[in-house]
C-alpha cells in the first residue's frame, strides 16, 4: 500500500522520465499460440463430356437416378469442387478435435466434425461426431487423397458420393497380435440418401404409412489386417453395414445390408516410387416391400473395382481402374456386365501441389428413354492446391 | 477372449521385464541399444536408407507403435509426413506427445537454420530448423544421457546400470572425437555442394563451406537452369566436392562432377545408409574417410 502510494506520488516524475515502468510488453492474455493446425485445399477441375450435362440426369446406375449420384466434376466446362477448411487441435489430455468444411457455390456443408480420443486402455479408440466411416478402404478418405477424380462406380451406387458419413459413434480396438489387425464398430445416425434412407412417409399410391426406424439405425463393423513381405505391404479388410431402407422415392420399406472386401497390395521401390493394386468387392441386400403393391421387393446387387497406381518419383503418378456393377437382380439380364474404364496421369510440383489429367470411358449408365446402356467419355483436368498445415496421410 | 489375449500378453511383458522402445531412425537405435542394455527391445521404424522426411506409415508400423512403452523421436519436424498418423492410429495411451513414454531428442540440440521467414514458395521447408543434427558426432553423448535420463525414469531398477552405460560411451566417444577431429582439420574451409541441406552439422563441425544445393528448394527436384548455375559457380569458386546422399537420384550430381571436374562422395545420414556404416561410429568413420580420401 505504502508503495503504491510513493509510486503514485512519483508518477508525474516517472512519465517524463520513463514512461514505460508501467507498460506491459508480455502478451498477458495472448491466445494465438493456441490456434490449431488450419489447413485450406481447394480442387477445381475442366470437364469435357461425349454427352451433355442435361442427358446426364437421364440416366440410371444400377436403378437409381443420377442426378442423385453426382459431387464432384458435375458440369461441363469448369467446377470447383469445393475449397475445404480443416481445422485440427488436441481438446485436453483426452481428446482431439477435428472440424472439416466444405465450401462450394451452394454453401458450406460440415463434412466433418469429430473427436478422438487418445489415452484410452486396452487399445481401445474412441470417436464421435460426424465423420467419415472406415467401411471399406476409400470410404473414410477424402476425396484429395483418391488416386482418381471420382469415386468407383459402385460406392457412387452403393454409398452415394458422400459416402457413409453422419453423425455417431465409432469404437476401434487394435489388436496385440503380432502383425496389425484392428476391428471397429460405429453405429450412425442413418442418411437422407443413399441404400440408408430412413423417412416417415406415406405412399402416394396404396396411402400406406411408412414409420422411420428409431434412430440411430445404421450399424456398421469391419476388421483389417495388414503385414509386410519385404518391401511390400498388404492390408485386406471386411466390412458390413446394416441399416433401414425406408424411402419414398424408391417406394421402399424394410432393410439394407451391404457387405465389402477389400485389398491393398503396394510395393515401394524406393522412398518415392512405388506400385499400388487395389480391389473391393461390395454386395448389396436390400429386403423389404414396395410400399406401392406391399409385396416384398428384396433385390441384390453387386460391383467391384480393382486400379492399379505406378509412382515413377515424387512427381510423376499413372493409374488404370477397371469398375463395374456386375449383378443386379432387378434388370432383365441380372449378370450384364456394366463398366468403365479409367485411365490417369498426374503430375505433383510439390507435395501441395497436383495437376490430374483424368480420361473415363463408360458404358455403366442406362439410358432411361431408350433403355439402352450409354457409351460416354469423359475427360477431366483437375488441379488440387492445399495451404497451411499438411497432415501426414496415412497409409 | 479379449479378456485372456491383453492377460497373456500382459503376463509375457513381465516375463521379459524388457522395455519396448520404438524409434524413428537407426542412429537413435543403435544409441538406445547403448544405453539400454539388454533391459531393452528396440524396433527401428525407418531404414537408413530411405529419405527420412519420407516413410511410409505403413500399418505394421502402426503395430509397432502400439506395443512400445517408448517412442523415441529425432523431432524439430523431420517425422511430421509420417509419425502423427501411426502414434494416432496405435491407440496407445503411453506414448502420446506429452507423456513419459515420448521423447523427442531435438530438445536436446540447437537447431541451426531456423528461417526467418517460413513460406512454402521457399520449398518444403522445417519452421524449426535444420533437423539433420544427427550428422554432428558431437551430439551423440549428449543424446545418449537424455535417453538415460529417460530410461531411469521409466525403470528405475535399472538406473545404476543405464548411467553407467551412458558414461562409458560418452568416454569412449571422446576418444573418437578426437581422432576424428584431427582427420578433419586439415580439410577445414574445404568448399562443397550438397544435394540436400543434409550435412549442415557436419559441415559447421569441420569448418566446411557448404556452397550450394543441387535441389533448387528443399523438396523440390533438381531443374536445369539451376544446375547449370550451380556449374558456372562452382567454376567460379573452384569447388571440388560434391556430397550426393543415398536417397536422391546421383544423375545430377554426376552430371555437374562432369563437367567441374570435382569429386562425388556418397555421403551415408544414418547408420545403415551405406553398407559400410553399420554402426554408429563406422557411420561418421565412413562420412570422414570418403570425404578426405582422394
Known sequence: MKK?????????????????????????????????????????????????????????????????????????????????????????????????????????EIEEAYFTTTSM??????????????????????????????????????????????????LQWLAPTPWYMMAGVEMMQSGEEGSFVNQTFTDATSSKEVVASNEPALY???????????????????????????????????????????LLVKN??????????????????????????SISADYTQR?????????????????????????????????EIQNRYTVMAEYNPSEFSRIRAQYAHNRAFNNVTTGENQDINTFILEVNLAIGSHGAHSF | MKKILLALLALSNILMAEINIAVSYPFIAALTKTVGGENVNITTLAKGNWDPHFV???????????????????GAGLEIGWMPPLIRQSNNAHIQPGTKGFLDLSQFVTLMNKPTAVSRANGDIHPDGNPHYATDPYYM?????????????????????????AAAFEKQWQANLTRWDAVMKPFAGTKLLQYHELFNYFINRYALVSVGNIEPLPGINPSSRHTLELIQMMKEQEVKLILQDVYHSPKTAHYIAEKTGAKEVLMPHDVDAVHEADTLEKLYDTMIKRITLP
Open chain 1, 4 to 108: 503504491i502510494i510513493l509510486g503514485s506520488m512519483f508518477l508525474p516524475l516517472l512519465l517524463s522520465a520513463e514512461s514505460s515502468s508501467y507498460t506491459n510488453y508480455s502478451s498477458s492474455f495472448n491466445q494465438s499460440a493456441f490456434v490449431p493446425d488450419i489447413a485450406l485445399i481447394v480442387d477445381g477441375s475442366y470437364v469435357n463430356r461425349s454427352v451433355t450435362d442435361a442427358d446426364m440426369d437421364n440416366y440410371t446406375l444400377a436403378g437409381s437416378s443420377l442426378s442423385d449420384y453426382n459431387e464432384f466434376n458435375t458440369n461441363s466446362g469448369f467446377n470447383l469442387n469445393y475449397a475445404e477448411l480443416s481445422l485440427h487441435s488436441d481438446v485436453d489430455q483426452l481428446f482431439t478435435l477435428d472440424g472439416v468444411f466444405h465450401f462450394n457455390v451452394e454453401g458450406v
Open chain 1, 121 to 170: 486402455p486396452y487399445s481401445l479408440q474412441l470417436k464421435g461426431g460426424k465423420f467419415k466411416s472406415s467401411f471399406g478402404r476409400l470410404n473414410k478418405q477424402h476425396q484429395h487423397v483418391w488416386d482418381f477424380a471420382d469415386a468407383p462406380l459402385v460406392y457412387n451406387a452403393f454409398l452415394t458420393p458422400e459416402g457413409l458419413n453422419h453423425p455417431g459413434v465409432q
Open chain 1, 220 to 262: 456398421i463393423g469391419y476388421l483389417k489386417n495388414s503385414f509386410d513381405i519385404a518391401n511390400a505391404s498388404v492390408l485386406f479388410g471386411l466390412s458390413a453395414a446394416h441399416g433401414a431402407t425406408k424411402s419414398e422415392e424408391a417406394s421402399f420399406d424394410g432393410a439394407t445390408t451391404i457387405y465389402g472386401a477389400d
Open chain 1, 268 to 293: 515401394y521401390f524406393d522412398s518415392y516410387s512405388y506400385l499400388s493394386w487395389q480391389s473391393e468387392v461390395l454386395q448389396r441386400d436390400a429386403k423389404g416391400d414396395d410400399t406401392n403393391t
Open chain 1, 303 to 335: 460391383g467391384a473395382y480393382s486400379q492399379l497406381v505406378y509412382a515413377y518419383d515424387q512427381n510423376w503418378r499413372t493409374g488404370l481402374r477397371f469398375d463395374t456393377i456386375f449383378h443386379d437382380s432387378r434388370q432383365s439380364d441380372p449378370n
Open chain 2, 56 to 74: 511410409v506409415p505403413r500399418p505394421s508400423l502402426i503395430r509397432q507403435v502400439a506395443q512400445a512403452d517408448l517412442l523415441i523421436i529425432n
Open chain 2, 141 to 165: 553423448p549428449i543424446l545418449a544421457n537424455a535417453i538415460a535420463d529417460r530410461l531411469v525414469l521409466l525403470d528405475a531398477e535399472h538406473a545404476a546400470e543405464y548411467r553407467n552405460n
